[in-house]
């Protein structure tokens, strides 16, 4: 008596590798081969699901794939200030029509910050962020769909910098208006140098200002406070020089 040997293969439907098919009569061992890979493709199982034995007459599974969603488009501003929240758009679809969500990264550093809700296919999401400092922000994002398919990442970069006319104080964080001297005047010029004056200055500019006054020929005046310093005699024609400075940024002027 010879009992019937019957085949059971296994087709990677255009994945790899290609395993093997099992022969024998009833009872011999089948089952679950691997998991085969395709690029571009998610594998999701065999169908039908490989039985553990031989059944009577073989048979065939076939691999079931996922076609990989398309990696988002992002939109946006791509420059800013720090501080100040602008809204960026992520938009993919998948090939199959299956739902997707989106996995942004926005320190771009590998690790999900974000995770979207579920979305039909080529629906466009828009999410707000904002950067506390300047610097050129590099941030990405992936599209998953429903059957599991996961994208490539999408990277944007964006240049975060202060508003013109402002410098960035690290100790502060913050952008400090830069400093400028509006005027800088003697108050009577025509009176005899070696007479006591009034020197006077009008100033703007974003946080502590400090000022200091230079002359020549010396001696130097140094470090002064308000908006106006009585002049001591001086034995010689003198140019004075005031510098103020808010520690990132400073102007200079000469009467």
Do not use: H
């Not at 296919?121 to 707000?128: A, C, E, L, N, R």
């Not at 590099?138 to 994208?151: E, K, L, M, P, W």
């Not at 400028?180 to 020197?199: E, K, M, V």
């Amino acid at each position: 008596f010879t009992l019937n040997s019957y085949t059971y293969s296994f087709n990677s439907n255009g994945g790899s590798p290609n395993y093997p098919s099992v022969s024998g009569p009833v009872g011999t061992a089948v089952g679950n081969p691997g998991s085969p890979t395709r690029t571009g493709y998610t594998f999701t199982g065999w169908s039908p699901v490989a039985p553990a034995t031989m059944p009577s007459g073989g048979g065939t599974s076939n691999a079931q794939w996922n076609s990989v969603p398309n990696a988002p488009t992002i939109g946006g501003p791509i420059t800013g200030n720090p501080g100040v929240s602008y809204s960026y758009t992520f938009t993919a679809a998948d090939p199959e029509g299956n739902d997707i969500r989106y996995e942004i990264d926005w320190d771009n550093n590998g690790t999900v910050n974000q995770t979207t809700g579920w979305y039909s296919s080529g629906t466009i999401f828009t999410q707000p962020n904002d950067w506390a400092s300047p610097g050129v922000k590099t941030f990405q994002a992936r599209t998953v769909d429903s059957a599991g398919g996961i994208s490539g990442w999408t990277s944007y970069n964006v240049t975060i910098d202060c508003p013109p006319g402002s410098t960035w104080s690290v100790s502060g964080n913050i952008c400090l208006a830069d400093v400028a001297i509006n005027s800088f005047t003697l108050q009577d010029p025509s009176i005899p140098y070696n007479t006591a004056t009034n020197l006077n200055w009008n100033v703007s500019g974003g946080g502590t200002i400090t000022y200091s006054i230079a002359a020549n020929p010396a001696p130097d005046i140094g470090a002064v406070t308000g908006t106006s310093w009585s002049t001591d005699n001086r034995t010689a024609n003198t140019t004075f020089t005031l510098t103020a400075s808010n520690g990132v940024s400073s102007d200079t002027a000469q009467v």
